[in-house]
């Protein structure tokens, strides 16, 4: 479970991100969270990872107390986090396979074990036959799975996806999300950023909509405010 408890964030230039904000979200939840460019998204998945501090307040995940956690603890902290940046962040001189497979060494796993999951993931997301290519030679919605294979691949409790459909075309931001529902399905919980009104009123979860680094909506069954 995800729990932020009155969490503030005001970054070292004086910018207020994060007002305030209250939120709690269960395993296995899937969950949009919506709102204008600077609403404070962004702020919130660099707070959970701990890329960021929060400057009050407190953030809990599953048994670990992120807002103030040592540093050692923090890499086991992201293993149970996923996470699709908004620009991919693939690493351009690796193959798909070898991105994917870079995850897996970092966390001490053996060869054996990474070459067959890696085969297991590219075929999860669709790309088995293009293990061999490098990021500048997929296009966007390629780019965009291959980081979600990346994401998956360390068996993390927790996806979050920031903005996936923002650089692809309408029928592949629907297998986008086609792709994380199935990943919801398989327990996770889902965390889709995103401003993609269409796609948030036609899946019916539940909507957090941000506004000026405050919470101003929450509820199930998609349909927001304007933002
Ligand atoms: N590193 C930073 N330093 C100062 N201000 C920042 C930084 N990152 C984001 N901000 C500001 O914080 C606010 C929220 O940004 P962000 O979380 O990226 O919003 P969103 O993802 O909703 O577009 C914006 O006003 C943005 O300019
Ligand atoms: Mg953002």
């Known amino acids: 479970m995800i729990i932020f408890n009155n969490v503030t964030k005001v970054y070292p230039n004086g910018t207020r991100a994060l007002k305030n904000v209250d939120l709690e979200i269960q395993d296995g939840e899937f969950v949009f969270i919506v709102g204008a460019s600077g609403a404070g998204k962004t702020t919130l998945t660099k707070l959970l990872l701990c890329e960021e501090k929060p400057s009050g307040g407190r953030i809990t995940i599953d048994k670990f107390n992120v807002s103030r956690m040592s ?33 897996m060494h970092v ?25 061999a290519c490098k990021p500048a030679e997929l296009s966007g919605g390629e780019q965009q799975r291959v980081a979600l294979a990346r994401a998956l691949v360390n068996n993390p409790s927790v996806i979050i996806a920031d903005e996936p459909t923002a650089n692809v075309d309408p029928y592949m931001a629907i297998e986008i999300m086609e792709l994380l529902l199935r990943v919801n399905k398989l327990g996770k ?29 929450d509820r199930k069954g998609g349909m927001f405010d304007e933002v």
């Open 189 to 217: 919980t889902v965390i889709v950023i995103t401003h993609n009104v269409n796609l948030v009123n036609y899946y019916k979860k539940r909507v957090i909509t941000m506004k000026d680094g405050e919470v101003v909506s």
């Open 107 to 131: 966390v001490g796993e053996s060869k054996k074990t990474i070459k067959a999951r890696v085969a297991n993931f590219l075929k999860l997301v669709g790309l088995e036959e293009k293990g």
């Open 71 to 103: 540093r050692f603890k923090v890499p086991k902290l992201r293993r149970t986090i996923g996470i699709v940046f908004q620009d991919f962040r693939l690493l351009p001189n690796m193959t798909a396979a070898e991105n994917i497979a870079f995850a």
